[in-house]
């Protein structure tokens, strides 16, 4: 078996000169799940600022990233075994502009209300959708979704472990005790297991066909974690370097985006960075030695936050290429085949200020009480929406959703499916005209 297979039969022009991964990308930025992401939550809520990222930019800077990431590894390793095994550029640019294709609107935010919302039917988690999207909901093909080549859907495949499987049973999802008018939901029980959700074995058989029953066994292989859901233990060589890509961006772009609206101080920076910063700064000093006269760390910080966007610009760029340049193979003994036997990691001093400049987003950003009360407020609208819409699917659900609901005799999933699609701007909209007081119309838009 071939990992450029499609689950249905297809076959392309003869005067067509694309390659399996220029077919799989062109199909991904051409899909309905691409353009969507323009209106979905990165970090902060849309309508902030018309600067920083949403999941769209966030998802292209995803697949640059891990498209430089591939050229950079055959450059820096030219003899290593590894090396004939990369991605050729399309295909990776594929994998990167899908990862976030599943996420529902209001971010994880949205991902824990919808795994609340179906804590008896399944779960949700956002790369378990991301999978149904294009192996079933994509319409590129009658039965099989986007349709795509298995060695793309082993890229997107980053938690290669069932719902069921990696789910703590004492962490299911709950409201939280104490509020006696208000439903609070419990984000510490709510929250998903990284996994593929129990409804795409059958695809996740497919993606795995070709693999030894040892290998497969080895692949799927999970660690359980006390009061946590268990996790799982490996990914696909392509799936590596998207996840290298998903994290470099992550810490640097989203750093970007909170330093230019203000929302983190240049104290906090230093305070939460300085430590783990000695590699880059060394970096900066071989490479830039007119800029070393004073304090390296100081005159990034300044940088940074400094006035001046060029001077920003350029350090965000530093800093991409210190992180990308950085990667190297690591070896997974217990695979014979290649695209399991390879992993692309960062590993030492480099992975260290990643973890730290992530961290610092998360607390500083994330887990600020400006941006939790728009994710708490989000995962209020994201349970209403869900429960009127499944209270009642034949007098509120949309017509094309309906008819895919009575087509799958009332799956509740439909019901999800349709609103983990949603735009935040749509999410919003439903909304108001389920529950806001004003009367409204029928001609107003969603």
Known sequence: MSWYERRESWAAQSEDAREDGDIDYARVVHSASFRRLQGKTQILNLGDSDFYRTRLTHSLEVAQIAGGLARQLNKSFPDHPATAHLPDR????????????????????GEVALNYCMRRHGGFEGNGQTLRILARLESFSANAGANLSRRTMLGVLKYPAAFSQAANPYLEPRLLDGP????????????????????????????????????????TAIEARPGKHAKTLHKSLDCSIMDLADDIAYGIHDLEDAISLGLVTRERFAKATESASAPFLDAL???????????????????????DEGTRKRYISRLVHHFLTGASYREETAFDEPLLRWRVCLEGPRRAFLDALQAFI?????????????????????????????????????????????????????????????????????????????????????
């Open 90 to 109: 399309s295909l990776i640019h594929a994998i990167g502009c899908t990862h976030d294709f599943g996420h529902p609107p209001f971010g994880h935010g």
């Open 285 to 307: 000093k071989e490479k830039y030695p007119g800029e070393s006269e004073n304090d390296v760390f100081s005159r990034m910080v300044e940088g940074l936050f400094g006035e």
């Open 362 to 446: 998360v607390k500083d950003v994330i887990a600020s009480p400006e941006v939790q009360h728009l994710e708490f407020k989000g995962q209020a609208m994201v349970v209403a929406v869900f429960e009127a819409l499944a209270a009642d699917p034949a007098r509120l659900l949309p017509k094309a959703a309906l008819v895919r609901y009575e087509a799958s005799s009332g799956d509740i999933r439909v019901i999800c499916d349709h609103v983990a699609a949603m735009t935040d701007t749509h999410l919003l909209k439903t909304y108001e005209r389920l529950f806001s007081p004003r009367m409204g119309s029928v001609f107003d838009r969603l």
């Open 180 to 219: 006696s008018t208000l439903r609070i939901l419990d984000s510490r029980q709510c929250k998903p297991p990284k996994a593929y959700l129990d409804c795409e074995q059958d695809v996740v058989d497919w993606i795995l066909a070709p693999l030894t029953h040892p290998e497969r066994t080895a692949f």
